[in-house]
């Protein structure tokens, strides 16, 4: 599995892990965070700390935050951050 790959399966027990109430069927790249998983903003925090941790991040900048909705925006953000050379 590539690094890209691990990134975006990490990203995604992650979310999984901590979300407020989790789909039956399991989580689908368009599901919302905030509408359909229940995050609250003190929960995205706990999130973005998370994902620092599991995947060793640097911190994610708050600019990129605003942009992720959906749990695909995570996973495409915690490849882009993971980055080819790490």
Same mark, same amino acid.
């Given at each position: 599995m590539t690094d890209a790959a691990q990134a975006r399966t990490r990203a995604l027990d992650v979310v999984e892990a901590m979300a407020p109430n989790p789909p039956v069927g399991g989580l689908q790249p368009e599901l919302r965070l905030i509408d359909d998983l229940g995050f *609250? %903003?003190?929960?995205?925090?706990?999130?973005?700390?998370?994902?620092? *941790?599991?995947?060793?991040?640097?911190?994610?900048?708050? %600019?990129?935050?605003?942009?992720?909705m959906t749990v695909g925006a995570v996973q495409d953000l915690a490849e882009e951050m993971k980055g080819p050379g790490s």
């Open positions: *609250d %903003s003190l929960r995205l925090v706990e999130l973005t700390m998370a994902l620092e *941790d599991a995947l060793e991040l640097e911190p994610i900048p708050q %600019s990129r935050l605003a942009e992720v």
